[in-house]
């Protein structure tokens, strides 16, 4: 009997033949040891993505989804296929250096840790960042951590709020324990919700500069990306605060939804209406929202005061609209008092 590999490396895709190659060649240039195994999950691709795989990579395990379940469901599809102790999610968008793989299994050598992120340089400018983690905002927006900064001095592993699922590795055991990707997020904040999660359960969510990998990244809005972020930031808040941390910060919470429906406002009608649709959703979802609430609590082991002090109160603004600047002074200060309000309280 052959031995399980230590790895699972998994890539999603949904119709990214274009991708593919530049993506499972690189995966073949990194040393066999530690051992790993390559499992691609198709989301139900039309444009040969499969066959094109079978026919020049075979030793990548395909595995047909038979619809597109999304970025949660169709990875929570590749942990459940998966033979290796440690599960790494990889977007088929990218390219990975050699050392990419030894160097997300070092950073599991500090303790607690439930997921480590690799660092992310953009494919078409190596030298910025595109993600070294992630901000997350305690109202639940996230941005990536030292975006389009140069990639200069990021030389030491960090601890960070929550994790980019471009690349990451989450021990396959925790993944499960911690209830894997939440399927109704589909896609977008599915990593953010389950780093919440784990950091809830006393877990540690890392970033390491060992571990490089090439992003052809696309600063993409359309009013289906804007319902479904909208839409799982809410459900993400929902789940994961305490109910007297909501309380404490309602305030913070209103002035992001007066803001947020005001963005979808200025964007057009379109816009506008995704972000009522997922409201009305959020709604209609409450009695499911609030089952996965009580599991999510049931693994609470540290407080909320130690969740905000990984959050910030600044509001993430380079993805804002030109007037948001007029609107950053006056909406901070009101952030930064409600955050030290709730984390003195909390």
């Given at each position: 009997m052959m031995a399980s590999p230590k790895a699972s490396i998994i890539v999603l895709n949904w119709n990214g033949k274009h991708y593919l190659k530049d993506c499972l060649s690189s995966i073949a240039e990194i040393p066999r040891e530690p051992s790993f195994e390559c499992i691609m999950v198709d989301n139900g691709s039309t444009d040969g993505s499969v066959e094109y795989v079978e026919k020049n990579f075979k030793w990548v395990r395909v595995v047909r989804s038979g619809e597109n379940l999304g970025y949660a469901g169709g990875n929570n599809l590749g942990a459940r296929e998966a033979k290796g102790e440690f599960l790494i999610f990889l977007n088929y968008d990218t390219r990975v250096e050699k050392n990419w793989l030894s160097g997300l299994l070092d950073a599991f050598k500090e303790n607690r840790i439930a997921a480590v992120q690799s660092k992310v340089l953009f494919d078409n400018d190596s030298s910025k960042i595109n993600t070294f983690g992630t901000d997350t905002h305690v109202t639940g927006l996230t941005v990536c951590k030292h975006i389009f900064k140069e990639d200069k001095g990021l030389e030491k592993t960090e601890e960070v709020s929550g994790f980019s699922g471009s690349s990451v590795m989450i021990p396959k055991r925790?993944?499960?324990?911690?209830?894997?990707?939440?399927?109704?997020?589909?896609?977008?904040?599915?990593?953010?919700?389950?780093?919440?999660?784990?950091?809830?359960?006393?877990?540690?969510?890392?970033?390491?500069?060992?571990?490089?990998?090439?992003?052809?990244?696309?600063?993409?809005?359309?009013?289906?990306?804007?319902?479904?972020?909208?839409?799982?930031?809410?459900?993400?808040?929902?789940?994961?605060?305490?109910?007297?941390?909501?309380?404490?910060?309602?305030?913070?919470?209103?002035?992001?939804?007066?803001?947020?429906?005001?963005?979808?406002?200025?964007?057009?009608?379109?816009?506008?209406?995704?972000?009522?649709?997922?409201?009305?959703?959020?709604?209609?979802?409450?009695?499911?929202?609030?089952?996965?609430?009580?599991?999510?609590?049931?693994?609470?082991?540290?407080?909320?005061?130690?969740?905000?002090?990984?959050?910030?109160?600044?509001?993430?603004?380079?993805?804002?609209?030109?007037?948001?600047?007029?609107?950053?002074?006056?909406?901070?200060?009101?952030?930064?008092?409600?955050?030290?309000?709730?984390?003195?309280?909390?």
């Open positions: 925790l993944f499960f324990e911690l209830g894997g990707f939440d399927d109704d997020f589909f896609l977008y904040l599915e990593d953010t919700d389950f780093g919440w999660r784990a950091t809830l359960a006393g877990h540690r969510i890392l970033a390491t500069p060992k571990s490089i990998i090439y992003h052809k990244y696309k600063l993409k809005m359309n009013p289906k990306i804007f319902m479904y972020n909208e839409r799982n930031r809410q459900v993400m808040i929902l789940k994961n605060y305490s109910a007297k941390s909501l309380a404490l910060l309602f305030p913070s919470l209103f002035l992001m939804e007066i803001f947020t429906h005001a963005y979808a406002l200025y964007l057009g009608p379109s816009f506008l209406l995704a972000k009522l649709s997922g409201d009305f959703w959020v709604l209609g979802t409450l009695p499911r929202i609030s089952e996965k609430r009580s599991i999510a609590q049931k693994l609470r082991k540290i407080s909320d005061k130690k969740i905000l002090e990984k959050f910030v109160f600044n509001l993430p603004i380079y993805r804002a609209p030109w007037f948001a600047k007029y609107f950053e002074l006056p909406f901070n200060l009101l952030f930064r008092a409600n955050y030290s309000l709730a984390i003195l309280f909390s």
